[in-house]
């Protein structure tokens, strides 16, 4: 059984830096991409990075530019690096993984990120 499990949130200042990880456990070869998302209140959930297992990477449109996306392979961890970060960036961040056979999407519980003076 895959679980995800988030870290690194918390208040940030506006023009601030922040560092997300993601441990995972029970991951298999069948993973496809491994992402961020967020949603902030009121808001749709959106895709914040992506890293495919081939090693491409996507982003959200609203981030490019602000962060980083990599993995960790010895510890089995997904990292997110947020730099700039301004108050649109406030949101619950969420693990995300995505395997084939059988298809399933996995989410974590999410950690809050809050951009405030």
């Known amino acids: 059984q895959v679980q995800l499990v988030e870290s690194g949130g918390g208040l940030v200042q506006p023009g601030g830096s922040l560092r997300l990880s993601c441990a995972a456990s029970?991951?298999?070869?069948?993973?496809?991409?491994m992402s961020w998302y967020r949603q902030a209140p009121g808001k749709q959930r959106e895709l914040v990075a992506g890293?495919?297992?081939?090693?491409?990477?996507t982003f959200g449109g609203s981030v490019k530019g602000r962060v980083s996306i990599s993995a960790d392979n010895a510890k089995n961890t997904l990292d997110l690096q947020m730099t700039n970060l301004n108050s649109e960036d406030t949101a619950v961040y969420y693990c995300?993984?995505?395997?084939?056979?059988?298809?399933?999407?996995?989410w974590g519980q999410g950690t809050q990120v809050t951009v405030s003076s």
């Open positions: 029970g991951t298999s070869n069948n993973t496809v991409v």
């Open positions: 890293l495919f297992a081939d090693g491409r990477k």
């Open positions: 995300h993984l995505f395997t084939i056979r059988p298809v399933i999407n996995y």
